[in-house]
Structure formats: structure tokens, C-alpha cells
């Protein structure tokens, strides 16, 4: 693989430099850049701005509206939105249960759904996780019993990200129970405002409301909502964790992380200089930068294989990916540490221009630290990823 950029390539970053450099509206910027938190309407407008110019959707094919882009292209513009610091696009709709519905789903299924995610008319969550199947997924115990025309749908999920929003989620469920846990499953596209339907908060350690819990009681769900056939949801949930798993590496995330964890160490001293020349530290944060580099190199690789599906390798993007993600927040905290402590939820809110304690730097930095201890679980906890990594790329 010819790691250099042609001169398209190079023309490519130009033009989508100039655009986010003209459409990025500036507090978006501002909260991303300082780990602020986002709202609904934040998410929605920078998508829909990406939509008017055609660009929401990098990995799409053209026929259901994306722009047609070259692996490498799609790697440019994650690096340019990273280095801009756009808010991300949420995965669900566009990255996930999209090329399920692309790969398995009907002609109707297909015209209904994909326009609405593209112009994030509806917006998605997912339903996989439950109180007793987190990592051992194919244990759910949620049901859907065929009515007629529809499916009814008792049980709960759980840690549904964003579900407070959501107009739609995408549900595993268990259509037979008499056959092997992994065979007895379905992939169902569910309502969220269904008569049955009911979201109740989680609190998470930053003290933000970003995961849920969803219950199911008697929900009615038509049967043209299911995806493919009854009973292969297995085989529909491992092809979407794929497209998942690959997108947690978020390298273009962790380059503008690690150009902030930098600055953020140039400005704070150790006995009298400053902490990034710190030999210690300075191997810390070089240990980290070569670790990225790495990542990035096989993120290209299995980019490249325009035409084939994420397959295990996609297990050791999201191990990597989310060690590397962990590490940049410990370091931060180290960076800065006391001032890490001090907790300011209107700033955080951005309710306030500045923090109460005069370092709007650090004071995001240990809610940022506790959000992302959940990166090693979700998507499939890093232990069960070097179990797939063991069973199919080592054959042990």
C-alpha cells in the first residue's frame, strides 16, 4: 500500500479543509475542542450541514446518496474533522444499522430508512445490551412473539446510548428459544415512540445523562420492521459490531487529543520548566504518539480493502483504539493534576463562559477521564476482542 498522498489526494484534504474552515459553526469548535458536553440540537445541526453538502456519510455507496469517496479519502476526512474539532456524527444511525439494512435489508426497508438517516430526520440508538447479556451477548433474553403482522416485544435493554433522543432503535430479540442462544435471534427496526415503550435515565460518573435504560411491554413492532430473516440476527449483529469496532479506533480523535495533551503539558511546569520536556513525561507522551502512528497504519490497511466487510482485524482497532483513547485522559489528568479535581458542571454545560476555578482547561479533564473508562466495554468488552483475536487471527 503507497502510503503517499497523490496530488487528488492533496487537492481532496484542500477542499475539505476550506469547507469545514467556512462552515463549522464556532461554538461547536469551542465545545469540542474543550470537552464540553453536546447537546441534541448540536448533534443534528452539524449533521445536517453535512448533509446539505452531501458528505454525512463517508462510507456509503453513491446509490444511497454518499459521496463516493476513496478509502484514503475517508481518512483525510476524519483527520481534517478532527483537526477542525467538528462534534462526530453519531455512529447508529449512519455507521451501523445503515449497512445492515444496506447488506440484508428490503428494497422498502431501504428506501424508508436510509434518507431519514442521512438527513437525521430520525435519529437511532441501539438495542443490544441487557442487565444479564452485556459481553455474552447471545444470552438476551428480550422476546418477540409473532401476531399476525406484527411482533410482540417484551424486555429491557440497557446502557442505550442517547435513547432519551431516539426516534428509532434497532433491537436484537429472541424469536425462538428452543434452538442454540446464537440461532433464536433477530434483528429488529422498532419505533421508540411505540404505545409499550418506556426510557429511563442513567447517571453516569460525570454526572451526565448519557446512557439509558429501555423497557418493552407488549410492544407491537410490524413485521416488515425485521431485517432479513427470523432467527440470522446473530449473523446481522456480528456484521454491524464490525462497522462498529472499526469506527472506535477514532484515530483522527486521538491525533487532536494528543496534540491537546502537548499543549496542555507545554503550559504547566515541573521544577521550573516546562512539564512536556519532563524527560519521564515526554517518554510517556512519546510511547503514545508511536502506539498512534501504528494504529493509524493498520486503520489504512484495513481501509484499503475497499470491497470486503471488517472482520476480526476490526477487533484489534477497537483494543488498541480505546487503550490509546484511555491513555490520553490519564495523561491529561496527570498533566494537570490537582486542578483536574475541581468539578464544574455549568461550564461543562456551557452555561458559564468560563470555569469557576480559572482553568478552563483542566476543568473538563476528570469528567472526561471517567466518560471514557467506558470505551474498553462498549462495542464488546477488549476482553472478548482478544478472544476473537485469539480464536481467528491466531487460530489458537
Keep these: 500500500m503507497d502510503l503517499n498522498y497523490t496530488s487528488e489526494d ?22 469540542v475542542r474543550q470537552h464540553l458536553r453536546l447537546s441534541k440540537d448540536d448533534y443534528v445541526r452539524w449533521h445536517q450541514t453535512l448533509a446539505k453538502q452531501g458528505w454525512v456519510a463517508p462510507g456509503w455507496p453513491t446509490e444511497f446518496g454518499g459521496p463516493g469517496w476513496s478509502a484514503v479519502q475517508r481518512h483525510i476526512w476524519e483527520e481534517e474533522c478532527a483537526r477542525a474539532g467538528t462534534p462526530p456524527i453519531l ?93 433464536g435471534i433477530s434483528f429488529l427496526l422498532i419505533d421508540m415512540h411505540s404505545p409499550g415503550v418506556t426510557v429511563r435515565p442513567i447517571i453516569m460518573l460525570d454526572e451526565d445523562h448519557e446512557v439509558n435504560e429501555v423497557f418493552f411491554d407488549h410492544v407491537r413492532v410490524p413485521v416488515q420492521n425485521l431485517v432479513g430473516k427470523e ?87 477497537k483494543v488498541r483504539g480505546t487503550e490509546i483513547q484511555q491513555t490520553l485522559t490519564e495523561l491529561m489528568v496527570e498533566a494537570v493534576g490537582p486542578m483536574a479535581l475541581p468539578f464544574d458542571p455549568a461550564y461543562l454545560e456551557s452555561a458559564t463562559p468560563h470555569s469557576v476555578f480559572d482553568d478552563d482547561d483542566a476543568a473538563p479533564l476528570a469528567a472526561h477521564y471517567f466518560n471514557f473508562r467506558k470505551t474498553s466495554i462498549y462495542g464488546g468488552s477488549n476482553e472478548i476482542q482478544r478472544n476473537i483475536i485469539t480464536q481467528m487471527i491466531l487460530g489458537l
Design 91 to 183: 455512529p447508529f444511525g449512519v455507521n451501523m444499522v445503515a449497512p445492515v439494512i444496506m447488506a440484508f435489508g428490503s428494497d422498502a426497508q431501504k428506501a424508508r430508512f436510509l434518507p431519514r438517516i442521512l438527513s437525521c430526520e430520525d435519529w437511532w440508538c441501539q438495542g443490544y445490551s441487557e442487565p444479564g447479556a452485556g459481553s455474552d451477548l447471545a444470552s438476551l433474553k428480550t422476546s418477540a412473539e409473532r401476531d399476525g403482522d406484527f411482533y410482540v416485544v417484551n424486555g429491557q435493554k440497557t446502557w442505550t446510548t442517547l435513547a432519551q433522543h431516539a426516534d428509532m432503535i434497532f433491537c436484537l430479540v429472541r424469536t425462538d428459544s428452543g434452538v442454540r442462544k446464537q440461532e
Design 231 to 317: 432467527n440470522k440476527g446473530w449473523t446481522y449483529a456480528k456484521y454491524l459490531l464490525g462497522h462498529e469496532r472499526t469506527g472506535i479506533a477514532a484515530v483522527g480523535r486521538s491525533k487532536r487529543e494528543l496534540g491537546s495533551l502537548k499543549r496542555i503539558a507545554a503550559q504547566r511546569n515541573k521544577n521550573g520548566k516546562p512539564l512536556i520536556e519532563d524527560p519521564l513525561f515526554a517518554a510517556k507522551v512519546a510511547t503514545l504518539e508511536i502506539e498512534l502512528m501504528a494504529l493509524e497504519m493498520t486503520v489504512m490497511r484495513v481501509l484499503a480493502q475497499e470491497h470486503k466487510a471488517p472482520g476480526p482485524e476490526a477487533s484489534v482497532l
Design 10 to 31: 492533496l487537492a481532496f484534504r484542500d477542499q475539505a479543509r476550506a469547507f469545514l474552515d467556512a462552515n463549522l459553526p464556532a461554538d461547536l469548535q469551542h465545545k
